[in-house]
């Protein structure tokens, strides 16, 4: 599995296990700040929108602020 | 429902342009508007919104130009019960030749309610009205024929421009060459949402900021000069003859008193002072010109919130060339980015970080000096104290 595939990953299993605690909706930000450790910030923030490019994640927005969510949740 | 709307119909009377007249136009070709005034009808009964918002937001591979809104009868008004907003991004100075405006209108009629907003208040073409299915059939059409989405949610909302140097003697840059570069530099921005929150780039050419830059936008550049201002005392006579009070309408005007009219000559005596407020080129356009050492302000934080204060920008760089390719003003642009990215919270615009944080910590952020025309009014309050 090449890095950006593990990344993407990553992220997906975050949703997963964070949308098991009531919110299903989040701001790349609360992503960003939990994963930052392990990886660098743009390299998440791409991530994120690789995939919802594919379809593992979903944009969601009020038209003023946007938030992801994976499409079971949508 | 019947189809009864007295309070909407209310709208029709007066002798003003009436929207509801053109809904019941768009009405007879479209079953989504009928619905619609019935809607509005509703909320004027009941006083409140009968629209739910937040939800769907692009077409594919775009996070942003899609504004999701759905009706909260559904059963009731099935013709709106999606009825989403799709902003179109607009040309630099909002020039269009016919050809293109009939383009967007029968693309939209044909897959959407017909409606339209030329301009919303981010600039761009609003296209009022599109169910779920049609937005990819609308999008790709646009695309095809030039167009493409503008901003909405966390990203870099559709650069703006004033006319500029295309219809206005007083630019003192090419907003519409520098908009139209930065848009297509920051195509990522503009469609993928990345930031805390949104922001905006506005350009005006000159002081008058015919596109509120300067209470609009979070990195707003205005057109302004380093020398003087250019005065013609043939067409100052000309003024005078025609009996146009120059004294009284003009000289005693100047906020800071750097103009005079000296035994029938108009003369910038104190050109240190001059604000470049404008008001002496918009009495006597054919007299008085900006100088010829162009360029602009860059100013940042402005925002307009409906529920707390709007704020006005703040000077950030006194003046700066504007020439392409605009690597300095790129780079400044993105060091703030990087900063309100990083330090950002959640829905916090560039404005109110700097309020938090302080002028001086955003100041070293980005690798800017701080000058004295950062301060507001500095001969009223030399000690302005930032955070």
Redesign the interface.
């Known amino acids: 599995m090449s890095n950006d595939e593990e990344l993407k990953q990553k992220v997906i299993e975050w949703f997963q296990k964070h949308s098991k605690e009531g919110h299903t909706k989040f701001?790349?930000?609360d992503v960003v700040h939990d994963l930052c450790g392990q990886y660098e910030k743009r390299a998440i923030?791409k991530a994120m929108?690789d995939c919802?490019?594919d379809g593992t994640l979903?944009?969601?927005?009020?038209?003023?602020?946007?938030m992801f969510c994976l499409p079971e949740n949508? | 429902m019947e189809d009864k709307t007295p309070m909407v119909d209310e709208l029709e009377k007066g002798p003003w342009p009436s929207y509801v007249k053109e809904l019941k136009r768009a009405a007879k070709k479209h079953d989504s508007v009928k619905d619609l005034i019935k809607v509005q009808e509703r909320s004027f009964q009941r006083k409140m919104t009968q629209w739910k918002?937040?939800?769907i937001?692009?077409v594919?591979?775009y996070?942003?130009g899609v504004?999701?809104r759905y009706v909260q009868n559904p059963e009731e008004f099935p013709n709106v019960a999606a009825f989403h907003?799709m902003r179109v991004n607009h040309p630099s100075g909002w020039f269009y030749d016919t050809k293109a405006l009939r383009t967007i209108c029968d693309i939209w009629d044909k897959h959407g309610s017909g409606m339209t907003n030329f301009h919303g208040s981010t600039g761009d073409i609003i296209l009022l009205g599109c169910t779920t299915e049609e937005l990819q059939p609308t999008f790709d059409e646009l695309s095809e024929h030039g167009f493409d989405l503008g901003g909405?949610?966390?990203?870099l909302r559709s650069p703006t421009a004033c006319v500029g140097p295309g219809r206005c003697e007083w630019a003192c840059f090419d907003t519409l060459g520098l908009i139209y570069d930065i848009t297509k530099t920051y195509q990522m921005e503009l469609h993928?949402?990345?930031y805390?929150?949104?922001t905006k780039i506005k350009a005006s050419g000159c002081p008058n900021d015919c596109v509120a830059a300067i209470a609009r936008s979070d990195f707003s550049l205005i057109g302004t000069w380093r020398d003087n201002l250019r005065i013609d005392q043939n067409a100052v006579k000309e003024y005078a003859d025609k009996k146009f009070d120059i004294q009284r309408l003009v000289v005693a005007k100047c906020p800071t008193e750097a103009i005079e009219l000296v035994k029938g000559k108009l003369e910038l005596t104190h050109p240190e002072d001059c604000v470049r407020c404008m008001h002496c080129i918009n009495l006597m356009p054919k007299a008085i010109r900006p100088g010829v050492d162009t360029g602009a302000t860059i100013l940042v934080g402005a925002k307009a919130p409906i529920i707390h204060g709007a704020v006005l920008s703040t000077v950030l760089i006194p003046f700066i060339k504007v020439q392409p390719p605009y690597t300095e003003i790129k780079q400044l642009w993105e060091k703030i980015m990087e900063w309100w990215d990083e330090n950002g919270k959640?829905?916090e615009r560039l404005a109110e970080l700097i309020d938090r944080m302080g002028m001086p910590a955003f100041l070293k952020a980005i690798d800017v000096e701080p000058c004295p025309q950062m301060v507001n009014t500095p001969r009223a309050n030399p000690y302005f104290f930032w955070g």
Do not use: E
Not at chain 1, 58 to 66: I, N, V
Not at chain 2, 152 to 155: A, C, K, P, Y
């Open positions: 701001y790349m930000k923030q929108n919802t490019v979903k944009y969601w927005s009020t038209g003023s602020s946007t949508f | 918002h937040g939800g937001v692009g594919k591979g996070g942003g504004i999701g907003t909405s949610g966390s990203d993928r949402p990345p805390p929150y949104k959640t829905r």
